[in-house]
């Protein structure tokens, strides 16, 4: 569970990134985060990771105060959550089965359990047959596919995306969307930031929209736009 | 579901076997994938570790030629007249039961005599006629295990009955022994400031192998590694640097420094007196001291360097 209780976010050069925002996501949602550029959904996602620190106000998540946690604690915080870029961010010197497997080498898992999670991951995004591919050889859409295996092997409970679909085309993105899709009816939190249209309008999920820094629409079933906006 | 969210409090030896494998193996892996930084990094060791052979062996060399000065001081302890042959023998005893005495030798006064005319040579006839009453008085030749420690010496020396007089080059001792104090603490001074400004140099060149592998550290960060776990492969591929980098340096230097001291032993440079330091003595302190540095400088830079970028 993610709680945002009257969360303020001001950056250095004076940009109100975040405006006394409240927003409660339940275990298993699926929710996209939608607005402009630079109106607050990244920042969003940056202080759920602890990537950055709250000014004021509390965000809770599974009821842990995040701003309370110690910087040896962040650690154990992020391996509750699976985090997919817009670029991918994959090693291009190891190969697909490489990328995966060093997401759990890297929080200490045994070989065991290495050799037995990575290829079930492999296999639920449909990549089994390229694992000692690079990502060089493969396309955009296969690239992000192993991006979401990296960031479920852990088996986080919470699914983060900032703009998964940015560099893809719109077939590659619904295959994406397709998975996300499984992967929540699996019981994992997902959120994602986006401004794709199409996909929000087509996924029919709870929307929030964020505008300079405020949420301005929370919908159960929203499309990209609000209802009562003439487009 | 959540096998590993959540970290254990206590640490499992499997797991900290297995994390320093995965160490090594990163550590060793990134050296051979990055071979044009690591021959850089290996090279900016050896640079700095030349600088501190080099160093150390002319501090080696000119405190050892010192110690060599300190040893061969002696103390002259003149007695009175006409003592007997028992009383003398009881004194040599004596003298040496004071502590840091290493040898005492008994002088007689015709000996002494001889001496001098030895050590006069064509200017002995000055001392013609002084056979019949030798004004010379008898002796003991005094060496000590620890030249600094001469000056409790000659008090206790002085208080032992029917000495007459102590006397040792006080002044030209004092002063060697504190050349060569000063010369040891300076040379401490300098190679801890050489040491730091390594440590500076050669974490500089690992920053741009972190740099480069900033995107490797990002996502091991966001996948949850703890610091240690991100810092581990760079120490280790650190700690290679440092140590063939010393490997390379002792090798060469080792070698040089053969070489130049067979050719000054058996050249004509052995006429003049100069003795280095032989080399056997020399090569296991100089191996300690750059595999140590070599070593330090390895992991205190890895570790500064990936300082910066852990902070994601």
Redesign the interface.
Known sequence: MIQLKNVNKKFANGHVALNDVSLDIENGEFVFLVGTSGAGKSTIIKLM?K?LELDSGKLLIDDKDVAKLK??QI??????MG?VFQDF?L?Q?KTVYENVA??????????K?IRRHVPMMLSMVGLSKKSKQYPNQLSGGEQQRVSIA?AMV????ILVADEPTGNLDPEMSWEIMKLFNEINQKGTTVLMATHDLTIVDRMKKRVVEISDGNIIRDERRGGYFSENQNH | MEILSEMKGEVDISVKIRTTKFFIKEGFGNLHKNKTMSTASISSVIAALLVIAIFFIIVMNVDYAASKLESQIEMMVYLKDDLSETIVSSMSKEIKTVSAVKDVQFVSKAQALKDLNDKWGDNAYLLEGLEGENPLPDSFKVTLTDPSKADTVALALASISNIERVVYGKEELDKLLKATYILRISSLIIITILVFISVFIISNTIKLTVYARRREINIMKYVGATDWFVRGPFIVEGMLLGLLGSLITTLVVGAGYYYCSNLIQNQMLGLLSVTLMPFKALISSLTLLLGTIGLLIGVVGSFLSVRKFIKV
């Open positions: 990771m990537e910087r040896s650690p154990i915080l992020r391996r509750k985090v961010r090693l010197d060093f997401a759990m080498e890297v929080v200490e898992a045994s070989q359990e990296r852990n088996s986080p409970s």
